[in-house]
């Protein structure tokens, strides 16, 4: 069954490339029932920023021209681009990796467009382009790409085409390339399992889109899970949320208090007989004192990786989970393993997409915002703005409305 089989184990296009020669749109006045001018030139728009700071401020629109592709150029236009919160960091200036500003694009300042992921669809090709037609379905090799935009020049080499698309939605695609890889391969490559129903990973953030996805992959590959979420000061809505996690595949779901309480230990001794189903891995996204105490029910030996650090404070560990619980501690960054393993994350992409076209991976809750030729920047730049904000209904998503003809 390919569910359960583990698998193994900021690149820029050259300004050189022919397929990245724009032109202002002054020069070709501009149809807006139309985005491919009699000229053979594809009109698009970014979302563009030329200094750090809060999306609200500093993102602006632009538009441009996109010349027709040669060579192993590809153009794609895209369908569906998530907001995740790395992406509203890095546009914050307070993100590890900063994509490259300059004006290839034909802006009046050095600018980066923002967004990591997201799907495109292939509307021309380049005469060298052997992998690729019109009609395909791609997404991002790399991070640093810049998807929020209507259309992308970009080169072949640039791109993972999705073999297979039949059954799946812009929507499911364009959303597997960061959380649903990441709780992938943070349960594959940070524990050994038997995969015999009798062993267990604890998880922070579990109604996140990492937690959903490491919830389902966890059931089909007969891991169990205890799954810790933000207490709700409605607890019919915390009830609801508790079912729905259940609903997904999850086998126990807490919230941070009752983590923290005193009978908690009895309670996960109780589910984890008596500590002889193990408790493999850690999955922490919150850090502070809410993983120090998600750390503490890890069997003797394992692995805690941390994600990310919602709280904003460090992990104070004591030092008995070190010296006589003998526990690891690292960290996962997506970004990197996937600019580092771009075959990998093709295997891990096909892998979970295969288990939603089989109606086995569910869909993320989202926000969606509809992107058209008319949209105003406001309304997109609120969109990224609000994507780090509270409780939240989905994740936020740029969805296009089909502009060329």
């Known amino acids: 069954m390919t569910a359960l089989r583990p698998l193994a184990g900021g690149l820029r296009v050259s300004a050189a490339s022919p397929a990245l020669r724009h032109r202002s749109l002054a020069t070709f006045p501009l149809d807006r029932r139309r985005t491919i001018t009699s000229y053979g030139y594809t009109q698009a728009k970014s979302l563009v920023y030329s200094k750090y700071g809060e999306p609200k401020d500093v993102l602006s629109v632009h538009g441009h021209s996109i010349s ?9 236009r895209m369908l569906t681009c998530p907001i995740n919160p790395a992406d509203v ?9 900063k994509p490259e500003m300059n004006t290839l694009l034909g802006t009046t300042e050095p600018a980066a467009v923002g967004g990591n992921e ?3 669809e292939v509307m021309s090709v380049g005469s060298s382009v052997k992998g690729l037609q019109k009609g395909d379905w791609v997404v991002m090799k790399y991070t ?23 059954g799946l939605s812009p929507l499911q695609v364009g959303t597997v390339s960061v959380n649903p890889c990441t709780a992938y391969r943070m349960l594959l490559d940070f524990a050994t399992w038997g995969f015999r129903g009798d062993e267990w990973f604890i998880q922070n953030g579990a109604n996140s889109g990492v937690g959903r996805a490491a919830i389902q992959l966890g059931r089909e590959w007969g891991i169990k899970s205890i799954n810790v979420i933000r207490g709700r000061e409605d607890k019919t809505e915390e009830q609801k949320l508790k079912d729905e ?7 126990q779901v807490i919230t941070e ?15 984890t007989r008596g500590g002889r189903e193990e408790v493999k891995v850690g999955l922490n996204c919150v850090g502070g004192k809410p993983g120090v105490a998600l750390a503490k029910f890890l069997s003797p030996g394992t692995t805690m ?6 709280s904003k404070q460090p992990l104070a560990l004591p030092a008995s989970m070190l010296i006589f619980k003998e526990l690891k501690f690292t960290g996962f960054w997506v970004s990197r393993w996937s600019d580092n393993h771009p075959d990998l994350k093709k295997q891990t992409v096909d892998d979970i997409l295969q288990l939603t076209r089989n109606g086995k991976f569910k869909d993320i809750p989202v926000e969606e915002c509809s992107w058209g ?4 920047v406001s309304t997109l730049s609120a969109a990224v703005q609000g994507t780090l904000g509270g409780f939240r209904a989905g994740k936020g998503v740029f969805t296009f409305e089909k502009l060329d003809v």
């Open 68 to 76: 027709p592709p040669s060579g192993s150029g590809v153009v794609v």
């Open 89 to 97: 960091n890095q546009i914050q200036g307070v993100y590890p990796s």
């Open 118 to 120: 997201g799907v495109g």
């Open 144 to 166: 640093g790409m810049g998807t929020w935009r209507t259309h992308m020049a970009v080169d072949e080499s640039q791109l993972h085409k999705i073999e297979d698309k039949t």
């Open 245 to 251: 996690l259940y609903g997904l595949g999850a086998t």
């Open 257 to 271: 208090e009752e983590l923290q309480g005193k009978g908690m230990k009895d309670q996960i001794k109780e589910w």
């Open 305 to 310: 990786v941390t994600y990310g650090a919602m």
């Open 373 to 376: 030729w008319d949209t105003e």
